[in-house]
């Protein structure tokens, strides 16, 4: 891979866009791809307002802000990602959805490399989709992404040690720190993560504390930098509880059961700071 390459982003969401901005940031010209042209536009308003945040703080001049900005580039047509030589995919956790956009995008038989963002869901899986496996890999990038320094690689059954190091090196060089780690349900990140935030939910429904009580507890017990409670807010309850559906039926546990005040949230539409209410309520909502 060269040092700048030509990246597509699929998905204008939080991740999608938090993605793009960095790797517009390190050099890299990025097309964004999302169904809604009003998505497109409301990302590259987040990307501003953060590389402006960057700027006032002094970890970016105006100068690199404005050539950053000028890297991106936003499509309502998949077809616009197939000349990228990395396409990474930031979807909604569907794995239907992902399969769709992936073969629609699919640059591995022309020695691209395809990326899933997924949390959760198997990348040698995914890779059976694609025309060639080996180009497949999972690059779970942490939220919010200009700020988080994990990335976990996660390499499929097929996933060639040449597709992994490209991307390793390529993690590298937007200043994050990537693991390495093999594809099972959840990976790392969630299969430690999200049953902690479910067990908080349980702590909440059953009444043992409240949101605010639950969330001190972890943070000055156990020296967390957020509670589960508000990181499941961050994260998006819908999302939290797609990952751990994924996790009882691919690992064959009840034990990951989503808490039913968890579904009752989502079924309200109560999704965490994207909705204005979660665990908690936000601003203007």
Known sequence: MTERLPVAVLGAGTMGNGIAHVFAQYG???TMVDVSGELLERALRNIGGNLDRQVKKGSLSEADRTAALGRLRT???????????LVVEAVPENAD??????QAVDVTGA??????????????????????????????????????????????LQTSPETMSEVMELARSLEKTP????????????????????????????????AEAIDQVMKLGMNHPLGPLALADLIGLDTCAAILEVLQRDLGDDKYRPCPLLRKYVSAGWLGRKSGRGFYQYGGH
């Open 28 to 30: 890299h010209p990025v």
């Open 75 to 85: 499509s309502t047509d998949p077809a616009a990602a197939l000349q990228a030589r």
């Open 97 to 102: 959805l992902k399969v769709r956009l992936l």
């Open 111 to 156: 020695g691209g490399i395809l990326a899933s963002n997924t949390s959760s869901i198997s990348i040698t899986a995914l890779a059976r989709q694609v025309a060639d496996p080996t180009r497949f890999i999972g690059m779970h990038f942490m939220n919010p992404v200009p700020v988080m320094k994990l990335v976990e690689v996660i390499r499929g």
């Open 179 to 210: 693991v390495e780690v093999n594809d099972y349900p959840g990976f790392v990140a969630n299969r430690v993560l999200l049953p902690m935030i479910n067990e908080a939910v349980y702590c909440l429904m059953e009444g043992v504390g409240s």
